[in-house]
């Protein structure tokens, strides 16, 4: 087992001195690069914090969607190809909100600021 | 030095300009740069663009139509009353500049956040559905005849296209796939007529002043297909920037789009339309992944192209959201 501190608040620590005490120096092409290196920092972060939770849910799903078991990515080139050749669509038990959870746990890490995840966010599942 | 080669240049075709001056490199890939610079001129400077492909990148990548065919579209566009920046001169041998062409610069503001925010565009917003639906229509019923060699697209071979490049990613995206299957089972198949598709009709390609819609840019796109795809691809989410009830680039809704389209006297098919906005959305989301892979293959290396390998979800919440709709 590894010390702490842990990756996610190193990630953080890094994040939070750009934002508050360098950005503020810089400005034009630099200031933009900047604030790029922020938001890759910050979704390193939110990963590093939410992926745990949300792959274990997803393989559990898949598991009981496709009925077999293997890693991530294996599971998810199952479903692809069944959806590829038509065995799986969306009148499959399931499948929609599978789709619709996995994706709404991707923006959560990837883009959380973009309205339509917003949107759906307020709606629920 | 560029400014050297345009002057040169600009003294053998604009009568009385006696150089150019102010050169900024605009943007530039390895094979295609755009410049700005003035023309100097006793009776007052003319800003000038020049799009150029420099000496030894002649051939063009395999979509894009080519940056003669391109000054063709520009010119024939300025002169259907499409707003369009004048063309002033296409490179020849003798410019030494290599292949493109020069157009008169059109102030205004292309960046999307900006148009879409700014106080000073609050007066065009409103209007500008219904100006893009007008400006497709003449867009697509320039005349066959005039037209540059272009390629030709039927919706079959652009999914196709699309399944391929998803399957060069090698990564699998179930929702990209529900996609694909849905394209392939609503295909509507070849259009009533064949006509000039712009192609990248949207934000980024249009400079918009206080006053609408000054010029349609970047015909690099353009082909020979259904006219549908060009207002499909301006309703795909990506070109909201934030403003989702707004299908029309932010803008206003659909039905104004189309308003204006039909003003203009042609017909819209609203099932064509949507198919179209799911392909789009697709594409952007597969172009998000080719961006990434050249980050991680190629010779961009920068933050940007790694980024945005991670927006491919948001087309895939936004596919979702058309095929797959949650109850409200």
């Given at each position: 087992m590894q010390d702490e501190p842990t990756p996610t608040e190193l990630t953080k620590a890094v994040a939070d001195f750009l934002r508050d005490d360098i950005a503020p120096t810089l400005s034009g092409h630099n200031a933009f690069k900047l604030r790029v290196a922020i938001n890759m920092l910050d979704l390193v972060t939110r990963q590093l914090t939410l992926e745990q939770g949300s792959d274990a849910a997803e393989a559990l799903r898949l598991h009981r969607l496709l009925g077999m078991g293997g890693s991530l990515m294996e599971l998810n080139r199952a479903l692809a190809d069944k959806i590829a050749g038509g065995e799986?669509?969306?009148?499959?038990?399931g499948l929609a909100e599978h789709l619709w959870q996995t994706t709404m746990d991707k923006l959560a890490v990837?883009?959380?600021?973009y309205a339509a995840y917003k949107r759906e966010l307020g709606r629920g599942a | 030095m560029i400014e050297d080669g345009l002057s040169r240049s600009v003294r053998a075709w604009y009568p009385g300009a006696t150089g150019v001056t102010a050169a900024t490199k605009l943007s530039g890939g390895a094979s295609q740069e755009t410049w700005s610079f003035e023309i100097v001129h006793p009776s007052g400077n003319l800003g000038a663009i020049l799009r150029r492909a420099p000496k030894g990148y002649g051939a063009a990548p395999t979509r894009a139509a080519g940056l003669a065919a391109e000054a063709r579209l520009m010119q024939l566009a300025y002169e259907a009353g499409v707003p369009s920046p004048r063309v002033l001169h296409v490179l020849e041998?003798?410019?030494?500049?290599g292949t493109g062409f020069i157009m008169a610069r059109v102030e205004g503001e292309t960046i999307a956040r900006k148009i879409l925010r700014?106080?000073?565009f609050a007066s065009a917003r409103p209007k500008l559905a219904r100006q893009l639906g007008q400006i497709a229509a003449t867009i697509h019923g320039l005349p066959r005849a005039k037209l540059p060699e272009l390629r030709r697209l039927t919706a079959t071979a652009e999914i196709g296209q699309l399944a391929r490049e998803y399957q060069s990613l090698n990564w699998p995206k179930p929702v990209f796939e529900l996609a694909l299957r849905w394209l392939t089972d609503h295909d509507?198949?070849?259009?009533q007529q064949e006509m000039l598709v712009?192609?990248?009709?949207r934000h980024g390609n249009l400079i918009i002043g206080s006053d609408g819609v000054r010029a349609v840019l970047?015909?690099?796109?353009?082909?020979?297909?259904?006219?549908?795809e060009d207002l499909g691809w301006i309703c795909v989410?990506?070109?909201r920037f934030g403003e989702i009830?707004?299908?029309?680039g932010g803008f206003g809704p659909r039905e104004e789009l189309f308003a204006g389209y039909e003003e203009a006297g042609r017909k819209v098919d609203a099932d064509r339309v949507k198919f179209y906005e799911v392909m789009g959305t697709l594409r952007w989301g597969v172009m998000c992944g080719g961006m990434m892979q050249r980050f991680r293959?190629?010779?961009?290396?920068s933050m940007e192209r790694a980024m945005?390998?991670?927006?491919a979800s948001e087309t895939e919440i936004d596919l979702l959201r058309l095929l797959a709709p949650r109850g409200t």
């Open positions: 799986m669509d969306l009148q499959t038990p990837d883009q959380p600021g | 041998p003798e410019d030494d500049l700014d106080a000073e509507p198949g070849p259009p712009h192609g990248d009709f970047d015909w690099e796109l353009a082909h020979l297909g259904d006219p549908m989410n990506s070109w009830d707004k299908p029309v293959l190629g010779p961009d290396h945005i390998g991670r927006r």
